[in-house]
């Protein structure tokens, strides 16, 4: 995909908002991909988080992004600003994974830090004020402006670019909240927030069905990198259908 959606966090939550889709050639995908362990991690153009990022679980431990298991339950943000806990459903990518990906990182006037690929959507403001925070793809937030924090806005004092290994996002059951990471509120999605999220209703259904061990082995991982793929490529033929 290339592409950005932008929306207030009530109407992407709540699904009211409409996406704007750019399409360029080079976006379609020209080979069926496989389901082989070396590229079981999915193939989503890395819109993730590093493997290092964290996140808090309800017990108050704090995981790596990498290690966190399908039924961990982590912090997340409700669109009226509340925090509450959701189980991961599911894991897109293999905790192993050493997919080479380009960070953008930014710190924070209080000292958090986020590390997110340049499609991921963070929850951001141009002006730091509460009623412009929207979903913004990473490498169109600056210096100056603001990132969403569980404490309030959090002006951006740096932003760096690095290149390193491992992507990692969790799913979680409340398909209504933004992941907490590093304390900083994102989507756990890059690009079509809520045409992802809707996608992954699949998943969350599974979760109440089968073993957890199942949803996080590498078979379900190879599984979801196809039927994504499959999606997408429905997704691509409508939006040229109706750019007609």
């Known amino acids: 995909f290339d592409g950005v959606f932008r929306a207030t966090p009530q109407s992407l939550l709540e699904g009211t908002a409409s996406p704007t889709i750019t399409m360029s050639p080079s976006a379609m ?8 362990a070396s590229d079981s991690d999915g193939d989503d153009n890395n819109v993730c988080f590093a493997s290092t990022e964290t996140v808090r679980l309800d017990s108050g431990k704090v995981k790596m992004m ?19 806990y959701s189980p991961v459903v599911f894991l897109p990518h293999s905790p192993e994974n050493k997919k080479r990906a380009i960070f953008h990182q930014f710190v924070t006037k209080s000292g958090n830090t986020v590390k997110v690929t340049p ?18 793809r990473a490498d169109s937030i600056a210096e100056g402006m603001c990132l969403s924090g569980i404490d309030g806005s959090e002006e951006v004092v740096s932003h760096t670019e690095s290149e390193g290994t491992g992507v990692h996002t969790a799913v979680p059951a409340d398909r209504n909240s933004f992941v907490v990471v590093n304390g900083i509120k994102a989507s756990p999605f890059g690009e079509y927030h809520h045409l992802v ?48």
């Open 119 to 136: 499609g991921h959507l963070l929850l951001a403001s141009q002006d730091c004020t509460e009623s412009n925070y929207e979903l913004l």
């Open 197 to 244: 999220n809707a996608y992954y209703d699949i998943h969350r259904t599974l979760y109440h069905f089968l073993p957890r061990s199942w949803m996080e082995s590498a078979r379900a991982i190879g599984f979801n990198n196809l039927l994504g793929w499959s999606a997408a490529n429905i997704a691509l033929m409508i939006a040229q259908q109706k750019k007609r």
């Open 29 to 36: 995908p020209t080979a069926m991909p496989t389901a082989s």
């Open 66 to 84: 990498k290690d966190l298991r399908v039924g961990d339950r982590i912090q997340v943000a409700k669109a009226n600003g509340n925090i509450d």
